[in-house]
């Protein structure tokens, strides 16, 4: 027996809440009812039409399944009638459907790629709006990301790309065991023909090393990629052997900031001003033959004291000089991964109140959406680009033609 609804109640109580300046839609409006009502009813007249009495023949109605709709401002309850066979397929709430409102998806994941948490989301909704919205359920429509980051990981890219930016940021994650665990992912920033920013790809790994990055280098190649002009890595482990084999041609540039980093370590508290003095007279030469000099001047006179750090210069040189061959516009450039770092820095807005990610594909999602947002605001090409191109140009002949 159908149970019959009360239209004379939500009518009162729509005048109440109008009164009153409330609401009519939302967990406590009065067209919540109604509209559950009239979804309701809708799915019951799809399985009465698919029951027809052809379809009778060993088949029936087998109770319902419950769940939750969101539809506009609101989140109603819907149960949806199942029959025997399995075969009733509803068109107008599909089965895995949540939402039927357009608009609704964006307005949730706006404010978590903004780094909100899908509880705080939750809680704002139903404090500012007066719908409730289950945390779950946040995450669910959050997923629908999933498929756009899947189209956009395989999309084709140009042939050539000038200068690519190679560094990695790290997060914590919960392994399949329940364990917090350090996971990277190593984000590939190139600069194209016209001068734009781009982020050809972001890899989750585990740990680095000559396998994955002849990986990460082969997806680049298979989408596209056939010359990298210079590489800016942050002394990835396995990198220059991964890149010889996938792109020969490639300069690799070390960044040297990184270097300076890890040397300053090293170097007693009461000398690292003088010796960052001295090494500053190596890195900033005119020229790599300078450079070699001011290198023999450092060793002579903190070799003894720092012996590792001085070594660790000799051992890099070859790939912590390839700027020198360069203009000081493409020095400024190449000599850092300061332009990937910058990047990161805009990740670490957003994701900086996040403790221990759920899981790998958590991560990714929040990192995406996160990206999708800042990438907006590249619409202009890198300061002096056209004196830059027309640098490189000349530099790399064939390889690189602008017309």
């Not at 009465?48 to 088949?59: I, Q």
């Not at 800016?232 to 070390?254: E, M, R, Y």
């Not at 190449?334 to 807005?349: A, C, D, M, P, S």
């Amino acid at each position: 027996m159908k149970e019959e609804f009360d239209f004379e109640s939500i009518k009162n109580k729509a005048i109440e809440q109008l009164k009153d300046g409330k609401p009519l839609s939302g967990k406590d409006g009065a067209f919540a009812p109604l509209l559950e009502s009239i979804l309701n009813a809708t799915l019951e007249g799809e399985i009465d039409a698919h029951l027809t009495e052809k379809e009778r023949m060993g088949n029936c109605r087998n109770g319902k399944m419950q769940k939750q709709v969101q539809i506009s401002l609101s989140e109603v309850t819907v149960s949806t009638p199942r029959d025997r066979n399995s075969s009733f397929d509803p068109q107008f709430i599909k089965k895995r459907e949540t939402i039927l409102a357009e608009g609704v998806a964006d307005r949730m994941i706006g404010p978590y790629a903004l780094g909100n948490s899908t509880r705080e989301i939750s809680e704002w909704m139903e404090e500012n709006l007066g719908n409730r919205v289950s945390a779950e359920t946040i995450s669910s429509i959050t997923d629908r990301v999933l498929p756009k980051i899947k189209a956009w990981r395989s999309r084709t890219l140009d042939a050539v790309y000038p200068i690519v930016w190679m560094d990695a940021i790290h997060y914590k994650v919960t392994d399949e065991r329940g364990c917090a665990v350090t996971r990277a992912i190593y984000n590939v920033l190139g600069v194209d023909k016209e001068g734009h920013k781009d982020l050809l790809g972001m890899y989750i790994s585990k740990n680095e090393g000559a396998n994955f990055w002849l990986n990460v280098l082969t997806d680049l190649q298979n989408r596209g990629v056939h010359d990298i002009l210079i590489a800016c890595v942050d002394g990835l482990k396995g990198f220059p052997d991964a890149i010889q084999s996938v792109f020969p041609n490639t300069t690799v540039q070390l960044c040297i900031v990184h270097q300076i980093r890890n040397s300053i370590k090293y170097v007693g508290s009461k000398h690292q001003k003088e010796f960052l003095k001295d090494l500053k007279r190596v890195y900033g030469a005119v020229s790599k033959e300078a450079a070699e000099t001011e290198l023999f001047n450092l060793n002579e006179k903190w070799g003894e004291k720092y012996p590792i750090v001085i070594k660790s210069w000799q051992d890099n040189w070859e790939k912590l000089t390839e700027y020198f061959q360069f203009t000081s516009d493409i020095r400024r450039m190449i000599y850092t991964t300061n332009t990937v770092e910058g990047y990161h820095r805009q990740i670490r807005k957003v994701t900086k109140n996040k403790g221990v990610f759920p899981n790998d594909t958590a991560l990714e999602k929040l990192v995406y959406l996160a990206y999708r947002n800042i990438r907006k605001k590249w619409t202009m090409p890198l300061a002096n680009w056209g004196a830059i191109a027309q640098q490189l140009a000349i530099k790399f002949g064939d390889r690189f033609k602008l017309l």
